[in-house]
């Protein structure tokens, strides 16, 4: 769309680097921030680091920016090893959390400061500071004060001042966590579009599991400084690796499930794997609601579906569609979602029910601390 | 229907009153300062400014025509000389250990302040003394410099404008430091984090950011020191050695030697007189590097 500064699209490859990120450790005193990260981040791809608060993918994304220095490990942009250079030598646009827009200075101020510091001639820098607002839509509002905008475009004056000097990889640390539910949707959808058309290697730090899903081309899911697992956003949904990512991404429930000689029990009953079952011990079975079906209690073993009885606890209206909670054995609680079309008879509190849940769906994962993760 | 507009129309007015006795109640929390900065602030200020155009006689100008005489302006320079050199070393001083206090944990910090704020709790008095014991001919600096063999004959320290210097500046860097502590606390380090990132060296991501962004605190504290040093009288009277002469210790004498209350006055107004000029310009100039920082 636009030439000259602020590339245009199909460049994309080429003003992208790709990030290599081996064997990183940090401690703060006992505690282990990371634990021996590794994970290879693709030119031009949008990667999110994902996890609790505590997890280590903020100071993730601090190391990669400078701001925090490992104990050990390394950080190769292509084949440029970082690890050792400070911040400001670095030249990755990064976008914070609370912004950390100049307060003095205006927002054309803001947009400039990257450039001058890069001793561009004061017309480009006129020129592509105007570009850069019409990228983020807030064309003719440069000579604003900082204090003058509105949470949605302060977003994006950092936005723009963080890709301005046109870095190859860009960092952004939960950016949309201060805005509300609706602004930060559609700036999901913005943040992407930006991504696509600027083609950067991006790295994205979010708490929020939809955010992520939404946005990501992979995403790595951290949980107590080390990397759970690194998927698309579906197969991190469909194909959880451990019991912590099946749970901190979208809603699940588990039941415990044991495995003799590679066959699974779900109690008493055996369980239908798609995959054989790789290891012994305790395992759990992931449940999404969206996913079990109300069966008719004639019903028995289904081809292609395991089969859980339960009895209806409380049914809870959401809309556009209605949560029916199962007790499974007086102890087990699981929960399916029927949406609401037509004539659906809904089960009422105390109904037993027989529920369905197809083979192919069925995950099974290890029970052992999240910290055992490949 | 016109019995709900008349329940309206009550509730209205009844609302309206209830906002307003409510702001007047807020408003009668601060009625026993305003008769404290009334009684004993402005009322003795108005009659400093009567008695200064009054003599036995009635109106007159005399004592404000005395002032032109070149002795005044040479103890004006003296304050004015005085109060920017402790101005000027109080930033010099304060300015970086109130950076090193900011950048500290909270504990650390904690200990730093205490220390500046150490000053504040000894009289004045015992630590204008002291700076006497320390800094006179045959005082402890003095005598170390010479056993070291720095130097040969004693330094004069004390007695003149050095050490007269030097005890203010003692006394006033933590009026330098407290507001510029403040200041440097509320800014966000990842202010200083964004410049580096966008390509700042250290130097200055300092100079072009931290420096700008601490400067209502370095206003305050500037103002403060040197508005304050306009009225010393206790530091210069002992530490100057009588060669010292500001203008507090005019309106001391004008008292105390020929308890002339007139002649008095008149010094008192015209310092008040110079210090308000001083602050407003002060606050013009704030505003106006503000607005050009803003680029507004």
Not at chain 1, 263 to 268: G, K, P, S
Request: overall charge neutral; proline content about 6%.
């Amino acid at each position: 769309m636009t030439s000259g500064p602020l590339r245009s699209e199909g460049m994309g490859g080429a003003a992208a680097l790709p990030i290599t990120i081996s064997r990183i450790r940090k401690n703060y005193g006992s505690f282990r921030a990371l634990d021996n990260v590794s994970l290879d981040i693709r030119s031009g791809e949008f990667m999110t680091l994902l996890g609790p608060s505590g997890s280590g993918k903020t100071t993730l994304l601090m190391v990669l920016s400078g701001f925090v220095r490992p104990d050990s490990g390394s950080v190769r942009f292509a084949e440029r090893e970082v690890v050792l250079l400070p911040p400001h030598k670095r030249d990755i646009g990064m976008v914070f959390q609370n912004y950390a827009l100049f307060p003095h200075m205006t927002v054309a101020g803001n947009l400039a400061y990257p450039l001058k510091l890069r001793h561009v001639p004061r017309a480009e820098i006129d020129e592509r500071v105007e570009k850069a607002l019409d990228l983020v839509q807030l064309g003719g509002l440069g000579a604003r004060g900082v204090d003058e905008l509105s949470g949605g475009q302060r977003q994006r004056v950092a936005l723009a001042r963080a890709v301005i000097f046109e870095p190859r990889i860009l960092l952004m640390d939960e950016p949309l966590s201060a805005l509300d539910k609706n602004l930060r949707e559609q700036m999901q959808l913005e943040v992407r579009r930006l991504h696509e058309r600027l083609g950067m290697t991006t790295v994205y730090v979010t708490h929020d599991q939809r955010e992520a899903l939404t946005m990501s081309d992979r995403i790595a899911v951290l949980d107590r400084g080390r990397i759970q697992q690194v998927d698309p956003p579906q197969a991190l949904y469909d194909r959880p690796a451990t019991h912590f990512v099946a749970d901190f991404i979208g809603e699940s429930f588990s039941l415990p499930v044991t495995v003799n000689d590679g066959r699974a029990m779900l109690f008493d009953q055996p369980l239908h794997v798609p995959r054989d079952m790789t290891g012994p011990g305790p395992h759990f079975l992931v449940l999404r609601p969206e996913k079990l079906t109300l069966l008719s209690d004639a019903a028995n073993g289904e081809a292609g579906v395991n089969v859980i009885r339960g009895q209806v606890r409380q049914s809870v209206f959401h809309g556009d569609s209605v949560m029916i909670y199962v007790t499974v054995r007086d102890t087990h609680e699981i929960a399916l979602r029927i949406p609401l079309r037509g004539n659906v008879v809904l089960p009422q509190p105390g109904d037993h029910v027989t529920l369905g849940y197809g083979i192919e769906d069925t995950i099974v994962v290890p029970a052992g601390t999240s910290g055992d993760a490949p | 229907m016109s019995a709900a507009e008349s329940t309206d129309r009550q509730n209205e007015a009844a609302l309206a009153r209830q906002a307003f006795t409510e702001q007047l109640r807020l408003l009668s929390l601060s009625f026993p300062a305003l008769l404290l900065v009334g009684f004993i602030v402005l009322v003795p200020i108005g009659w400093l400014f009567w008695l200064s155009f009054m003599d036995a006689d009635g109106f007159t100008l005399a004592h404000y025509e005395r002032l032109l005489h070149p002795s005044y302006a040479l103890t004006l320079r003296t304050t004015f000389e005085l109060a920017f050199l402790v101005t000027a070393v109080c930033v010099v001083l304060g300015y970086p250990l109130a950076y090193i206090a900011a950048q500290m944990s909270p504990r650390s910090a904690r200990i730093v302040l205490l220390c500046v704020l150490f000053p504040f709790w000894t009289s004045l008095l015992v630590r204008t003394y002291a700076w006497l014991v320390l800094l006179q001919r045959r005082g402890q600096l003095n005598t170390w410099l010479q056993d070291w063999g720095i130097i040969d004959t004693p330094l004069r320290l004390v007695h003149n404008f050095t050490g007269t210097a030097i005890g203010m500046v003692h006394i006033m860097l933590p009026f330098m430091i407290l507001p510029l502590y403040a200041a440097m606390k509320s800014i966000d380090e990842n202010y200083m984090r964004a410049a580096a990132n966008l390509g700042a060296s250290p130097v200055k991501a300092f100079w072009q950011i931290y420096v700008p962004l601490s400067l209502p605190g370095l206003g305050a504290g500037v103002m403060v020191v040197f508005v304050l040093s306009l009225g010393f009288y206790v530091t210069p009277a002992l530490l100057g050695g009588g060669r010292v002469m500001m203008w507090a210790m005019q309106i001391e004498r004008s008292l105390a030697v020929y308890s002339d209350w007139g002649a008095a006055s008149a010094l008192g107004v015209v310092l008040l007189v110079i210090t308000l000029a001083i602050l407003w310009l002060f606050s013009r100039l704030t505003g106006a590097v503000n607005a050009a920082a803003g680029g507004r």
